[in-house]
T-cell receptor
Framework: GEDVEQSLFLSVREGDSSVINCTYT??????LYWYKQEPGAGLQLLTY?????DMKQDQRLTVLLNKKDKHLSLRIADTQTGDSAIYFC?????????FGKGTKLSVKP | EAGVTQFPSHSVIEKGQTVTLRCDPI?????LYWYRRVMGKEIKFLLH????????ESGMPNNRFLAERTGGTYSTLKVQPAELEDSGVYFC???????????FGPGTRLTVT
């Protein structure tokens, strides 16, 4: 079946850049997504990238897609303490989302 | 525009009891999805409605789970009888188009003791 893999933890200092990586298996995914879950909250759609794109930038967020290697990354520039959360990578399989286990980002002041 | 809402936010029940979770999607979203995350595992797809019809229920774990979406508006997910392994967070999501930009609710944390 389809599978999405992410590292479980990432710790950075405030002001540094964070890079969260993800690998996926379904090469037919039209879109790939990043969701953010803050403590006690639901999943917030953070950004997404269409599969025919290599890069998408949205303010402090940069998404890079390497289709050949099935590798997706999320870069957060100037990471703030408010960015501390769990970040989920997701691919689409027949209209439904396949999630990774999530990467817990800790931002130290 | 109001987001996806779920009720209750937290439910604690005993094994063998029944629980019904409710999801109200974003107005105008025909697609409604249920997902679940059990402790330490990935968020897993359960089922997908298009309006009132079940489009895909391949993720439903067993026949103790029953989902409905009467009238194509809100949806309910009933677990009867609940087992310990049903504990987890149940998320509902909705989208205008299938698979595209799914917006999630805050989830219902179900604890079966």
């Amino acid at each position: 079946g389809e599978d999405v893999e992410q590292s479980l933890f990432l710790s950075v200092r405030e002001g540094d850049s964070s890079v969260i990586n993800c690998t996926y298996t379904d090469s037919s995914s039209t879109y790939l997504y990043w969701y953010k879950q803050e403590p006690g909250a639901g999943l917030q759609l953070l950004t997404y990238i269409f599969s025919n794109m290599d890069m998408k930038q949205d303010q402090r967020l940069t998404v890079l897609l390497n289709k050949k290697d099935k590798h997706l990354s999320l870069r957060i520039a100037d990471t703030q303490t408010g960015d501390s959360a769990i970040y989920f990578c997701a691919e689409v399989d027949q209209g439904n989302l396949i999630f990774g286990k999530g990467t817990k980002l800790s931002v130290k002041p | 525009e109001a987001g996806v809402t779920q009720f209750p936010s937290h439910s604690v029940i005993e094994k063998g009891q029944t629980v019904t979770l409710r999801c109200d999607p974003i107005s105008g979203h025909d697609n409604l999805y249920w997902y679940r995350r059990v402790m330490g595992k990935e968020i897993k797809f359960l089922l997908h409605f298009v309006k009132e019809s079940k489009q895909d229920e391949s993720g439903m774990p067993n026949n103790r789970f029953l989902a409905e979406r009467t009238g194509g508006t809100y949806s309910t997910l009933k677990v009867q009888p609940a087992e310990l392994e049903d504990s987890g967070v149940y998320f509902c999501a909705s989208s205008r188009d299938r698979g595209y930009e799914q917006y999630f609710g805050p989830g219902t944390r179900l604890t079966v003791t």
